[in-house]
T-cell receptor
Framework: EAGVTQSPTHLIKTRGQQVTLRCSPI?????VYWYQQALGLGLQFLLW???????NRGNFPPRFSGRQFPNYSSELNVNALELEDSALYLC???????????FGSGTQLSVL | GEDVEQSLFLSVREGDSSVINCTYT??????LYWYKQEPGAGLQLLTY?????DMKQDQRLTVLLNKKDKHLSLRIADTQTGDSAIYFC?????????????FGKGTHLIIQP
């Protein structure tokens, strides 16, 4: 059974650009979580989607947004990129109310 | 608010036991987790414990929970070079949902030959 898959694995952008990251959850999982792992800051919660709806967001500006599709895959969009957006972006999925989160390998975003 | 604290580094000799400690502040935490992150990879769920348990053992891994002190530990017996990674402690409330899990900053486990 395939795990959580994320694409692309690496991305290099410049300040002011926009980026879209993609995540496919484990088959049967309806919830998708996005986390940002910046150097020295640990994992910061970004967004939670469940059954196609945004259920909660962390303390990030509105230029971080996303959506969840009917097949439960998800996109994370970041507009007007800033240098401090450089981080590993991790997607995780679970079935309904989370008991266990399963993570993908992440997308490493570098903003120059 | 919720907070999870861990030491940043732990160095042990190959073959010894490693004990990674974690403290949390949310007394209503329902589940407590240990995740492992190897270089360039995502987080792998190692084990988790329900808050009404004191101990859980799974092969070389032993999780101890002291709910009174809000202290969680992960013991790795017979530490191997493949155990070198960052270990994250995490908590969730009532099975999670709103914020997923709250993570500590991770403990870098360094194995000395």
């Amino acid at each position: 059974e395939a795990g959580v898959t994320q694409s692309p694995t690496h991305l290099i952008k410049t300040r002011g650009q926009q980026v879209t990251l993609r995540c496919s959850p484990i088959s049967g999982h309806t919830s998708v979580y996005w986390y940002q792992q910046a150097l020295g800051l640990g994992l910061q919660f970004l967004l939670w989607y469940d059954e196609g709806e945004e259920r909660n967001r962390g303390n990030f500006p509105p230029r971080f947004s996303g959506r969840q599709f009917p097949n439960y895959s998800s996109e994370l969009n970041v507009n007007a990129l800033e240098l401090e957006d450089s981080a590993l972006y991790l997607c995780a999925s679970s079935f309904g109310r989370v008991e266990k989160l399963f993570f993908g390998s992440g997308t490493q975003l570098s903003v120059l | 608010g919720e907070d999870v604290e861990q030491s940043l580094f732990l160095s042990v000799r190959e073959g010894d036991s490693s004990v990674i400690n974690c403290t949390y502040t949310d007394s209503s935490s329902t589940y407590l987790y240990w995740y492992k992150q190897e270089p360039g990879a995502g987080l792998q769920l190692l084990t988790y414990i329900f808050s009404n348990m004191d101990m859980k053992q799974d092969q070389r891994l032993t999780v101890l929970l002291n709910k009174k002190d809000k202290h969680l530990s992960l013991r790795i017996a017979d530490t191997q070079t493949g155990d070198s990674a960052i270990y994250f402690c995490a908590e969730s409330y009532s099975g999670g949902g709103a914020d997923g899990l709250t993570f500590g900053k991770g403990t870098h486990l360094i194995i000395q030959p």
